[in-house]
Nanobody, 127 residues
């Protein structure tokens, strides 16, 4: 069993930066592929970024590539999302999710492949 808690969201001006954190309970978290998703009002939840259990592989949505960086610290049971050059269209609730499935682009972009989800953290980017 894994519990995920996101933090670090807030209000920022366009062009600014935020760092989201996902803290996990459970000593097996280091074996999980972990992803970040986001959901804006009236829209479906969409994939943002994912990282393999070792941190050796990452994958990003085209919309955030070059601006966002996902990383993890298994010693701290945590995954991070560094978000730079934020745009108003990045405004959404951001969710952390974990799955035991092996990392692959086809798996990590699919919400139904994840077993555990956090409660989300709001990110608002003003223009």
């Amino acid at each position: 069993q894994v519990q995920l808690v996101e933090s670090g969201g807030g209000l920022v001006q366009a062009g600014g930066s935020l760092r989201l954190s996902c803290a996990a309970s459970g000593r097996t978290f280091r074996t999980y592929t972990t992803g970040w998703f986001r959901q804006a009002p009236g829209k479906e939840r969409e994939f943002v970024a994912a990282i393999s259990w070792s941190g050796g592989s990452t994958y990003y949505a085209d919309s955030v590539k070059g601006r966002f960086t996902i990383s993890r610290d298994n010693a701290k049971n945590s995954v991070y999302l560094q978000m730079n050059s934020l745009k108003p269209e990045d405004t959404a609730v951001y969710y952390c999710a974990a799955t035991l499935l092996l990392f692959s682009p086809q798996v990590v972009v699919t919400t139904t492949k994840y077993d555990y989800w956090g409660q989300g953290t709001q990110v608002t980017v003003s223009s």
